[in-house]
C-alpha cells in the first residue's frame, strides 16, 4: 500500500476538532512499516488512519501540528518534537529512545505531550529471549562445528558436541530487569538456569520474584560478573550504563580473578563497553567469547578486528525487531488507556533516559 497525499480535505478535518467524518478518531501514521496501517484498522476499530509520505515535508508537518496522537517512527518524527502544537501522546515504533535524547533541547520548555516507546514482554521479550537461549544452546553444544562435520561427512563427537553442559548447569547473569529482561529471566527459568541480575536497588523480600536466584547492585557487580557463565546486557542507554562494564570491570569474569570466563552478551545497547576495551578483554581472556548484537557504531564497521575474532559471534541488531503487528496491538491497548484517562504503558521519562 502506497502512502497517502495529504489533501485539504484532510487538513481542513484534522483543524475542525480530530474527527473525521464518519465521527471517528484521525490519526496519522508516519512510519517505515508498510504493512503498520493495515494492522491498525484491524486492531482498532472506529479510528480512521493516514499514512503519510516523509518526502512531503510540507505537507505532512501541517497534519502532524494538527494532530492530538500521532504513531510515529522515532526518526521520522524527531525533527518536529517542538513543531507539535496540539498533540497529547506520541506512540513510538521503536524500543530504544537515543533518538529522542539527541533532540530534546532541555534549555527549551519541556514537551507538553507524552510519548510512549514500543515495548513489552510479547513486542522483544520473547524475541530477545529466543535469542540468548539459541545462541548459549549452539555455544554450549557446538553447533557450528557439528555443521562443518557434516559438509565432510564425518561422524566426531569430541569435545562439547559430547560433553555440553545444559543451560540448568549455568550461571546466566542479566544487567538490567525492565520489563524486556523479566521476560528473558523467566524463559531462562523454565529451562532451570540459574538467573542473576543486576539492579540499582535491592527488591524487598515480598517483592522478590520466583524466577530470580540472585540480585547484585552496582556495588556487588563484580560478584555477578565472578560468578556467571554468560553475562547479558539488555540496559538502555542512560548516564549511568555508557562505560558500566569498562575501565577494566570485566577482568572480574578472569578465571585467574577467581571468575568463570564468562561469555558476554550484549543485546541491550553498545555503549555499555567502548569496542576497544571489549577487544581488550576477549584479546587478555577475561571473557572467553561475546555474542554480539548491537554496537557502539552501527553498522558495526568492517574495519572493527571484531570481524575477525573466532570467539565473537557477530549478528546485524536484529535480536529483537519491531513488527507492524505488534506495534498495532500495543496501540490498540494504550488507545484504550488514553480514552479512559488511564496512565499509559511505557511511557518516556525524559529525565531518567528511557
Not at 497517502?4 to 496519522?28: C, F, K
Request: with cysteine; aromatic share 10%.
Amino acid at each position: 500500500m502506497g502512502f497517502m497525499t495529504i489533501s485539504a480535505r484532510y487538513l481542513s478535518r484534522m483543524m475542525h476538532g480530530m474527527e473525521s467524518t464518519r465521527g471517528t478518531h484521525l490519526i496519522p501514521v508516519l512510519s517505515q512499516f508498510k504493512e503498520l496501517k493495515q494492522f491498525l484498522i484491524k486492531s482498532t476499530p472506529g479510528v480512521e488512519f493516514i499514512e503519510i509520505n516523509p518526502d512531503e515535508k510540507k505537507e505532512h508537518l501541517e497534519l502532524l501540528k494538527e494532530s492530538e496522537i500521532i504513531i510515529a517512527d522515532a526518526r521520522l518524527i524527531c525533527p518536529y518534537l517542538y513543531d507539535l502544537e496540539k498533540a497529547k501522546w506520541i506512540q513510538g515504533t521503536w524500543a530504544g529512545v537515543d533518538m529522542y535524547l539527541n533532540h530534546i533541547d532541555k534549555t527549551k520548555p519541556k514537551l507538553k505531550y507524552t510519548i510512549t516507546r514500543f515495548s513489552g514482554s510479547v513486542s522483544f521479550g520473547s524475541q530477545m529471549a529466543e535469542y540468548l537461549v539459541t545462541h548459549i544452546v549452539m555455544r554450549e553444544r557446538n553447533f557450528i562445528k557439528q555443521h562443518e562435520n557434516q559438509l565432510n561427512k564425518d561422524w566426531s563427537r569430541g569435545g562439547n558436541i559430547w560433553t555440553f553442559r545444559l543451560l540448568a548447569d549455568l550461571n546466566i547473569g542479566i544487567l538490567g530487569f525492565g520489563i524486556i529482561a523479566k521476560e528473558v529471566a523467566q524463559i531462562l527459568k523454565a529451562f532451570h538456569a540459574k538467573v542473576w541480575v543486576f539492579v540499582r536497588t535491592l527488591p524487598t523480600e515480598d517483592s522478590k520474584v520466583p524466577f530470580v536466584d540472585e540480585y547484585r547492585t552496582l556495588n556487588e557487580l563484580p560478584e555477578l560478573l565472578a560468578s556467571c557463565d554468560y553475562i547479558c546486557n539488555i540496559l538502555p542507554s542512560t548516564e549511568g550504563t555508557i562505560g558500566l562494564l569498562g575501565n577494566g570491570r570485566l577482568a572480574h569474569c578472569s578465571t585467574e580473578a577467581g571468575g568463570k570466563g564468562a561469555v558476554f552478551v550484549n543485546i541491550g545497547r553498545g555503549s555499555i563497553i567502548p569496542e576497544n576495551e571489549l577487544v581488550e578483554a576477549l584479546e587478555k581472556n577475561w571473557i572467553s567469547g561475546a555474542i554480539l548484537d548491537v554496537f557502539e557504531k552501527e553498522p558495526l564497521p568492517a574495519e572493527s578486528r571484531l570481524w575477525s575474532m573466532p570467539q565473537v559471534t557477530i549478528t546485524p541488531h536484529v535480536s529483537g525487531v519491531t513488527r507492524a503487528k505488534d506495534v498495532a496491538e500495543l496501540f490498540s491497548k494504550n488507545f484504550a488507556l488514553y480514552q479512559s484517562g488511564q496512565p499509559l504503558q511505557y511511557v518516556f521519562d525524559v529525565e531518567k533516559g528511557y
